[in-house]
């Protein structure tokens, strides 16, 4: 089946390598597993747990244990709502698998991450793009998507909070939002893959599966546990949905690493600890951020109200693949071009990793800028 080049991953792939200054990364900085139980405590009898364990194939769906720990991150979800997955874009994919069909109608927030419009459309669907607009704070006008979300509308992609915006929909107005979907008998899938990560108050928004009965929502240990090396995710869900999607998910996935789901459900068991470690680790990121964005005046910024990155507009006559390709040939500061994630003359800059580095590169673009 064909589908459209993954702008993102590949420029990952062929730029994150020869990187002196990374500045493309979405995660906090990862945690090693001798840090993990240094956070959790209880480490010897740990590590005689995970020693004896036999290497099964585990509980197929994941265990009561890491299902019950998520659980705790919903207001109304219990263990036979929740699936683990491959990650947060394994989740993404089954999700997609289940509900979208060649001739369905998909609406899709963007800038968003790119599995949210290519695989609907090499699935066969019809998607519309709906992009976000720095005016409106990366908030969607819900006139326009109300227009934009007709009756045949099978599906709503959403981000939030957003990568690359950093935006957070307000509680009320994702009311609206799925106001807007129950009209059309639309699904949401909502990526809340950085939920969790609300720079201020309550870190976790408003979830959507715990607001519609067909909204779908996707979490992981990458961003928000800074886990990415552990590859798990998960997707919650209304049961009659769920079973729909495990019955595709026994054909890719049968159940993940038994260590995954041991990690990730002591991570998340002591979700105060790692959340807290990494909303100060992005505080001081933002901080050096904006600051930067305030003395540069070829740059302007709509400051991110949650997860690790910021959409950075520039001022300059030249592409952001340009820009992007030229200042790391030049400089060794990687950062991810705005046309990677269909907008132009904006910049990705993740701030959540190695606050030396973030200083350092800032200053080396502006005087390259
Ligand atoms: C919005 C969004 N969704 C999903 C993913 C994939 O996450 P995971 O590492 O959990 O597969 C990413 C990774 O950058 C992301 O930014």
Request: with cysteine; hydrophobic share 40%.
């Amino acid at each position: 089946m064909k589908i459209d080049k993954f702008k993102v991953e590949k420029w990952f792939n062929k730029y994150e390598k020869d990187a002196v200054y990374d500045l493309a990364d979405t995660c906090v900085e990862s945690l090693s597993i001798d840090e993990l139980l240094e956070l959790v405590g209880g480490r010897e009898s740990h590590i005689n747990e995970i020693f004896s364990r036999k290497l099964n194939y585990g509980a197929i769906h994941g265990s009561e244990r890491l299902k019950n720990a998520i659980c705790t991150m919903y207001k109304n979800q219990s263990a036979e709502n929740i699936t683990i997955t491959h990650g947060a874009i394994g989740a993404n994919h089954l999700v997609m698998l289940t509900l979208v069909e060649p001739g369905d109608k998909v609406v899709s927030i963007v800038p968003t991450y790119q599995q949210h419009y290519s695989i609907p459309k090499s699935f066969g669907a019809g998607v519309k793009m709906f992009f976000l607009e720095e005016k409106n704070n990366w908030l969607p006008d819900l006139e326009k998507l109300e227009k934009i979300v007709g009756q045949d509308t099978k599906l709503i992609c959403i981000n939030n909070p957003n990568n690359p915006t950093g935006a957070v929909i307000p509680d009320e107005m994702l009311v609206k939002i799925v106001e807007i979907a129950k009209k059309a008998n639309a699904y949401i899938l909502c990526d809340e893959v950085y939920r969790g990560l609300n720079h201020s108050g309550n870190p976790f928004c408003e979830s959507v599966v715990d607001i519609y009965d067909k909204g779908i929502s996707t979490g992981s240990m990458s961003k928000v546990f800074s886990l990415a090396g552990l590859r798990l995710g998960w997707i919650a869900v209304d049961q009659n949905i769920m079973e729909q999607i495990n019955s595709q998910r026994e054909y890719n996935t049968i159940s993940v690493g038994i260590l995954d789901d041991y990690f990730a459900a002591l991570a998340i068991e002591n979700k105060d600890k790692i959340i807290a470690r990494n909303l100060a680790k992005i505080a001081t990121g933002k901080k050096i951020l904006t600051d930067w964005v305030k003395s540069e005046p070829k740059v302007r910024l709509v400051t991110p109200q949650g997860g690790t990155t910021a959409f950075v507009y520039y001022d300059a006559p030249l592409s952001s693949v340009e820009l992007c390709k030229r200042l790391q040939e030049e400089t060794g500061v990687m950062i991810l071009p705005g046309e990677t994630l269909e907008m132009d003359k904006y910049l990705r800059i993740g701030y959540g990793n190695n606050f030396e580095q973030l200083k350092k590169a800032l200053n080396i673009f502006s005087e390259w800028l």
